[in-house]
């Protein structure tokens, strides 16, 4: 496996502590019809309303959600929210309520969808329930990656991050490894265990309403999977291969919208660091069966053993 291979990287902020789980209750909780907000909603004057999202992009952290949302914002029938608002996952705005949430929603034309992204729903245990509580039937967007490379862009975040604060972070070997064993509290290999993630959204949603996104394939030819999105989202088909071009100084696609040209931040992609066979042995080894879980559940695989 190329251990070089870029990835896509971004900026956000990480819930500190996890939430506890919910009750194990485990069968799929379908019953009650969610009490939807329904804002008496006067439209700006040039004629746009504030909409609850229609869709959300819960994750992952470093599978490339911010590639996503840029890509899927080329669809003139989608309104995104730019900023990553944490809405569900952090107690000080979820106590705000859905009128706060839904103020921080973009201007969007009733023939639109609005979509938010927030990637650290994915891996937050309250986030499922609250976001059912508030549409039970929404479409969920869910991007992923091989969960070692995710790993590894996690760690190359946070060691850029330490370094534009001109702090030290340990090389990615000695913080993976302990005594020659993998040290599995390391939070960014805990976040790569998909299933245990999946299995508490598929307690609230069923499998068809949430779409997952090949985060490895979107990078290498976003087209294909973009087009799969519109899909699933009931969208016409309106972006093409024309919307996309290959930057061969970045390694990366960027994007062409209505002639303009643009490319994601150049925090994205950074290289990741090398690691030792005999680390790299061992992150196999650890995601093997996990992996294996997780495939059995979404009822697919994915190029990651
Ligand atoms: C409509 O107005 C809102 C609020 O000022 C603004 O954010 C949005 O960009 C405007 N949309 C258009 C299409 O002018
Ligand atoms: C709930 O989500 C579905 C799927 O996106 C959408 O069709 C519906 O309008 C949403 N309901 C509300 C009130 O936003
Ligand atoms: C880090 O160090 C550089 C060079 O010594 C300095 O210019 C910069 O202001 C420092 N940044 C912070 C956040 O301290
Ligand atoms: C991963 O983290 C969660 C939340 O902190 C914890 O409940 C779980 O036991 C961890 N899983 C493993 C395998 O360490
Ligand atoms: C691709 O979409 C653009 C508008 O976004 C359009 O101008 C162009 O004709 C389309 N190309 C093809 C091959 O459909
Ligand atoms: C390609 O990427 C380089 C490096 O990030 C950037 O400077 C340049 O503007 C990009 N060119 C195009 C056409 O996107």
New binding site residues.
Partial sequence: MALLLFGMCFFFLQPQGMPSRPTPGDTRIFTSPSPIYEPNNIP?P?G?YQHLPHTIIIGVRKGGTRALLEMLSLHSDIAVAESEIHFFDWENQYEKGLPWYLNQMP?AYSHQLTVEKTPAYFTSFQVPERIYNMNSTIKILLILRDPIERVLSDYTQIYYNHLQKNKTYPPVDSLLLQNGKLNTDYKAINRSLYYTYMENWLRYFPLQNIHIVDGDYLIKDPFPEIQKVERFLSLSPQINASNFYFNKTKGFYCLRDSGRERCLHESKGRAHPHISSFLLEKLHDYFYEPNKKFFELVGRTFDWL
């Fill in positions: 700006h040039n746009t201007f």
